[in-house]
């Protein structure tokens, strides 16, 4: 039996009996995490209304061996909070839809449990928090978000040389089977034309240029949300249920 300590994202919430939860956790050392927190849907709990999703959080784990994740799911057994960022988030729709697929989205791209991921653990904490402090437009922090994910998961698009033959930019079409941008050389069927507009954005939201993503026009804006959505869909091979809620 041993006890961990680690701090981390609470991605979802699963009910279980009649007053405990299966909280799911992102965390910094131990990767994504499923563990039970017990008592915590009762009306009393202190400890239930810290394990809510958005909430960054240092949780203390108790295990029956000697690693985190093994055959039982380890008890969640003290919990304080570091940022409530989902205070922030909740009461606008557009950051809460935003933000509910940064947590898909992280915990997709975390599919084992018990491995680390600290780039991906340490982009949703940065991603949350802007979203909750509403830095900037909630569906450019998300496209930023996806796009960088896709990055630090080894699925970077090329947004100027060709993904396929180097060839340097600006290149003029674009193919999520491809790897972004390509030349006319390199063009494959299903490649599309965007704007360079559209290109710019993307390549700026990706590289954290937000001087030029902030003055973007709102129809380049829904094109690269669009060429995202697709790249991503792509990598995954499904899309993210909670897409379908977000604002354009």
């Known amino acids: 039996m041993s006890l961990f300590r680690d701090d981390g994202v ?13 909280i799911t956790i992102l965390t910094r050392g131990h990767g994504r995490v499923r563990a039970v927190a017990r008592g915590v849907r009762r009306t009393k709990s202190k400890f239930g209304a810290r394990l809510e999703p958005f909430s960054h959080v240092d ?17 969640c057994t003290q919990s304080e909070t570091i940022a409530p960022y989902g205070g922030g988030i909740v009461s606008d729709y557009a950051r809460y839809t935003a933000g509910t697929a940064m947590l898909e989205t992280a915990e997709r791209f975390t599919d084992h449990e018990g491995e680390p ?40 698009p090329s947004f100027d040389d060709c993904a396929k033959c180097g060839m340097p930019g600006p290149n003029r079409f674009f193919s999520v089977a491809a790897g972004g941008v390509i030349c006319g050389d390199c063009r494959v069927p299903g490649s599309v034309v965007p704007s360079a507009e559209a290109v710019e954005l993307l390549s700026a939201l990706l590289t954290g240029d937000w001087e030029t993503a902030d003055a973007s026009e709102a129809r380049h804006v829904r094109e690269g949300s669009g060429l995202v959505s697709a790249y991503l869909h792509w990598h995954l091979e499904r899309g993210l249920r909670s897409l379908r809620y977000v604002e354009k």
């Open 10 to 22: 609470v991605l979802r919430t699963q009910k279980l009996g009649e007053a405990d939860r299966i």
């Open 117 to 156: 991921a600290v780039q991906q653990y340490l982009l949703l904490v940065g991603g949350l928090r802007t979203l909750a402090r509403a830095e900037h437009a909630p569906n450019l922090i998300l496209d930023a978000f996806l796009l960088r994910s896709l990055a630090v998961n080894g699925y970077a």
């Open 59 to 75: 949780v203390q784990f108790f295990a029956r061996g000697s690693e985190l994740v093994g055959r039982g799911l380890p008890l």
